[in-house]
């Protein structure tokens, strides 16, 4: 007898690190779990390598230069140009996706970015090709551009019950919307060993440690991010940090020039890059971070507490309330001095433990397992 092997195509853009980083923990888990075909595609790199190019520098630089009109194009694009550009343009790339669709043959896609959705559910729309789509939302707030042709998506997954009120409301049926959580890599879940962590990156084990993001490719904010370490630095002298510059070469220099003027190169470890987030997030008490998606859920699945720091508008500023509402977080706005924050929030401990409470209790740690499970029972 001949054993058919069910193929599963999963799509992402490469538009900020979590719509990439969601795609890959729900191939690692298929692969790993299933007797499935998976295959994991940039559907804009696909459909076009110089469009790539310039929507995602176009992306990088917007968001880099021009923050605030970043968060004007976000907000107007529900409506307004973006919106008519995107789903415009989406219907000539959804041409060129087609051939890879045909080609592949795949008996159901999983998209993480608004695009794909999008492009796939205009295919369906015409009836160009039949295969199932399911969407996984990287946010924990909704936004339009991820429900256009939403009647031609078989399911949503989403971080949190108000986002499926949200898609309700917005008209998708509520069947169709799961709450999962953002999916994670299994290494968070891993049981390590806190001792071999803390010698690894010359840690002492006696000594509470802060995890400080302070890089990210677009190096918002830099003078409010050196503040802010400063502040920790300054505030919190019985507290080791560990802070991550990212590609961002500059910021790097700047963190390493700032541990030499306050004479703490014994208890900051300035990194570059790590793929040991898992293990630096199992030994830390809290994390000072952008609001992505895929950082925040992260963090809470690791159960602790956020300070946030420089949100690009959009998105990741809904992301920041969303997190404040549920007491999980405190943001750090322009206009506030970090020390008294800073004091505040470490005066008080009671406070502390309750952000790391409510960690635990929004934290979905089965998020991949679930939408994989969905997935199959789909298929």
């Not at 992505?292 to 959009?314: H, Q, W």
């Amino acid at each position: 007898m001949h054993f058919y092997m069910k193929k599963i195509l999963i799509l992402y853009a490469a538009y900020g690190g979590g719509h990439y980083s969601a795609a890959k923990s729900i191939k690692e888990f298929l692969d790993n779990n299933y007797e499935v075909e998976t295959e994991i595609i940039d559907c804009i790199e696909y459909i076009n390598k110089v469009l790539n190019r310039v929507t995602t520098g176009a992306y990088k630089e917007m968001a880099r230069k021009a923050p605030n009109l970043w968060g004007k194009v976000y907000s107007n694009s529900q409506k307004g140009l973006l919106g008519h550009v995107s789903s415009r343009t989406n219907k000539m790339m959804a041409i060129k996706l087609k051939n890879l669709i045909k080609e592949k043959n795949p008996d159901l896609v999983v998209s993480t970015h608004p695009f794909s959705s999008q492009m796939v559910s205009y295919l369906r729309r015409k009836g160009k090709i039949s295969t199932k789509l399911v969407t996984v939302l990287t946010d924990f707030a909704p936004h339009e551009q991820w429900l256009i042709g939403n009647e031609y998506t078989d399911a949503f997954f989403v971080s949190n019950s108000q986002m499926k009120d949200a898609l309700c409301e917005y008209g998708v049926d509520s069947s169709k919307v799961f709450v999962t959580g953002i999916p994670l890599s299994d290494r968070f879940f891993e049981n390590f060993d806190k001792e071999a962590i803390f010698k690894e990156f010359d840690l002492d084990s006696s000594k509470p440690v802060i995890l400080f993001f302070g890089g990210g490719e677009f190096g918002l904010g830099k003078d409010a991010t050196l503040r802010i370490l400063e502040a920790i630095i300054h505030n919190l002298p019985t507290y080791q940090i560990v802070a991550i510059s990212g590609k961002n070469k500059k910021m790097n220099q700047k963190f390493i020039d700032l541990v030499a003027e306050t004479n703490s190169a014994q208890r900051v470890r300035v990194l570059e890059y790590t793929n040991k987030v898992p293990e630096l997030m199992n030994i830390s008490t809290l994390v000072v971070t952008k609001p992505g998606g895929l950082t925040t859920s992260e963090s809470l699945a690791s159960d602790l507490p956020i300070l946030v720091i420089n949100p690009i508008p959009g998105q990741e500023e809904e992301n920041a309330r969303f997190l404040e509402l549920h007491n999980v977080a405190i943001w750090i706005k322009k206009e506030e001095d970090p020390n008294v924050i800073i004091q505040n929030l470490f005066n008080s401990p009671e406070k502390l433990e309750n952000m790391k409470k409510n960690a635990k209790l929004l934290a979905k740690k089965n998020s991949t397992k679930d939408i994989c499970e969905k997935i199959m029972e789909l298929i």
